[in-house]
């Protein structure tokens, strides 16, 4: 008598409907969505077959396994894979190793747990210092910095201190986290963003073409490096398929600064760079794709674009997938979510849904 009464009053404490009633309603995706990639209405390349101790993990959810980023450094290597660790690259001569040397991990010089840059090499060519520009002969390399949407022409290799202008002017935080408010003055001043440092790197400028980003790193891992050329190809296909102008070669800096046949004017459509990049984490997820929408990108309407300013990060991307990616992501606006692993604004927020 005594075990029914009590299990009468504890029965609607434990009640599942009245739990749920009290809950709040998810909030919607913070962009449009559509639940799964269209079907192909072309031909495309078949998925490449793995050796059973390559599978794709095709189980785990996807939503949220992405890098948490202030900013990625995409170093213009001219190259399509690399050693596992980016900066044993050429004995260590490479800018990703200097870049590592400032900001890359704890004991960095400018290292800042709240402010975490994330570094890479892509296959993308650097620009060529030409007369008017820097001193022609002089070695170089380029970089993107995303998602700031800023491409960097010249770093010189022959001097660190264009790294070290790199790294004060762009990618320190203009405002450090309240974490910081123990330091003295002079080391909060350190670690904050300079913007006279600006003034030393010449000819930078917006990222006004949508980057379509393929982890291919093959040395690091063979999924990648399978699935990495193989999407780059389709993707780059299916673009100009759909009318997108694929930037291939190295970017040409004229003497202003401007990038040529970019910003000199003519038909301002949509166009794209197409490039393999280094590890970002999840090989187990191949293909891994992240797609950057320039913060002016127009839809085909002349409409601001919906994910304009964004970095759409995907994986499980199969060749048959790229075609969906292009309609739907690159020029639609609408994010894919059986693919998404997480995305990022402009002012460096991480995006799940």
């Known amino acids: 008598m005594f075990s029914r009464t009590l ?15 009290t809950s709040k309603p998810p909030k919607p995706p913070p962009f449009p969505t559509i639940a799964t990639c269209p079907s192909p209405t072309c031909a495309c390349s078949p998925t490449p077959s793995m050796p059973p101790d390559l599978e794709i993990d095709q189980k785990t959810h996807l939503n949220g396994l992405i890098s948490t980023y202030a900013q990625q450094v995409l170093i ?9 660790k980016i900066e044993d690259d050429n004995s260590g001569d490479n800018l990703a ?14 290292s800042d747990p709240f402010n975490p840059i994330s570094i890479l090499n892509s296959s993308l060519e650097s620009s060529t210092p030409t007369k008017g520009t820097t001193t022609p002969g002089l070695i170089t390399t380029s970089a993107y910095l995303l998602p700031a949407f800023k491409y960097v022409p010249f770093l010189p290799r022959v001097s660190f201190d264009s790294v070290e202008a790199l790294v004060k002017g762009y990618l320190l935080p203009e405002k450090l986290h309240s974490a910081h408010d123990g330091l003295s003055p002079i080391h909060r001043d350190r670690l904050t963003r300079k913007g006279e440092y600006r003034e030393l790197l010449y000819g930078v400028r917006d990222v006004e073409e949508v980057l379509v980003l393929v982890c291919g790193h093959g040395g690091r891992d063979r999924r990648c490096g399978i699935y990495g050329p193989l999407l ?30 970019l910003l000199e004017g003519g038909e301002r459509g949509v166009k794209a760079r197409v490039g393999l990049i280094s590890h970002i984490g999840g090989h187990k997820f191949a293909g ?12 085909k309407d002349g409409e601001r674009h919906p994910l304009a300013g964004h970095g759409i990060w995907y994986g499980r991307v199969e060749p048959r997938h790229v075609e969906g990616i292009v309609e739907e992501t690159i020029l639609k606006g609408n994010v894919i979510t059986e693919h998404f692993r997480g995305g990022i604004r402009q002012d460096g927020t991480i995006l799940r849904i």
Do not use: H, M
């Open 232 to 261: 780059q190809g389709e993707f780059e296909k299916k673009l100009e398929g759909r009318g997108v102008e694929v930037l291939r070669g190295a970017v040409e800096v004229g003497e202003e600064g401007d990038e040529k046949g």
């Open 76 to 84: 213009c290597t001219g190259k399509p894979d690399w050693p596992s």
């Open 97 to 110: 190793a200097d870049l590592k040397e400032l900001i890359g991990s704890r004991g960095a010089v400018f």
């Open 7 to 21: 299990s009468k009053a504890t029965t609607p404490l434990l009640s599942p409907r009245r739990l749920l009633s």
């Open 288 to 299: 891994n794709v992240i797609v950057y929408l320039p913060p002016n990108l127009k839809t």
